[in-house]
């Protein structure tokens, strides 16, 4: 059964640090690019980041650039995001997800949805 | 940047038919997918490049896209079918429409 569970989510104060982590299982977790997506109470859906299968290439949204760090270890099959100088507007469930392929004419492809995800932890920044 | 927009809410009767839609200039040139979220639960993936249901999700749910709007259709409405909806694309960054309620009467 494929499956994501975060962890490392909690209370800090502005300004703090959190680390979150996703363990995959179920599935050959250096095979996935994987990211992370959050939602603040009462809003929608913000992608934060992602990576690729060797952690090579990393991705962020414009506000979290410089302050978030996502890696990967695929020993552990174990997906991170380092949050530094944490603000309240970083106050959401954090969920991790994995990329899903598809098959074509040129063979497996690597498509732009999300399946499956975990079911979050939740942050919050508040002093 | 690029956009959606979705109805806040959507209401439907027991075992009627609801559409949601998801607005976006010129979306049909893109792909829309479809994500379910239910509290306290882990998003579901219910339609991929605009039609394509994954294993598990049931034929009522289905998925269109034309134009400036892709529409994700629940056939005979059930309770369980309660949620937020989300439509999603990729354009030069993952993006997210605002989310849809969708209320079962």
């Known amino acids: 059964d494929v499956q994501l569970v975060e962890s490392g989510g909690g209370l800090v104060q502005p300004g703090g640090s959190l680390r979150l982590s996703c363990t995959g299982s179920?599935?050959?977790?250096?095979?996935?690019?994987m990211n992370w997506v959050r939602q603040a109470s009462g809003k929608g859906l913000e992608w934060v980041a992602s990576i690729k299968q060797d952690g090579n290439e990393k991705y962020y949204v414009d506000s979290v650039k410089g302050r978030f760090t996502v890696s990967r270890d695929n020993v552990k099959n174990t997906l991170y995001l380092q949050m530094n100088s944490l603000r309240a507007e970083d106050t959401a469930v954090y969920y991790c997800?994995?990329?899903?392929?598809?098959?074509?004419?040129?063979?497996?492809?690597?498509?732009?949805?999300?399946?499956?995800w975990g079911q979050g932890t939740q942050v919050n920044v508040s002093s | 940047s690029y956009e959606l927009t979705q109805p806040l809410s959507v209401s439907v009767a027991l075992g009627q038919t609801a559409r949601i839609t998801c607005g976006g200039d010129n979306v049909g040139s893109k792909y829309v997918h479809w994500y379910q979220l239910k509290p306290g639960q882990a998003p579901v993936l219910v339609i991929y490049r605009n039609i394509n249901r994954p294993s598990g999700i049931p034929e009522r749910f289905s998925g269109s896209n034309s134009g400036n709007t892709a529409t994700l259709t629940i056939s005979r409405a059930q309770v369980g079918d309660e949620a937020d909806y989300f439509c999603q694309v990729r354009d030069s960054s993952t993006i997210f429409g605002g989310g849809t309620k969708l209320t079962v009467l």
């Open positions: 179920g599935f050959t977790f250096r095979d996935y690019s």
């Open positions: 997800a994995r990329v899903q392929y598809y098959y074509d004419r040129s063979g497996y492809q690597e498509g732009d949805w999300f399946d499956p």
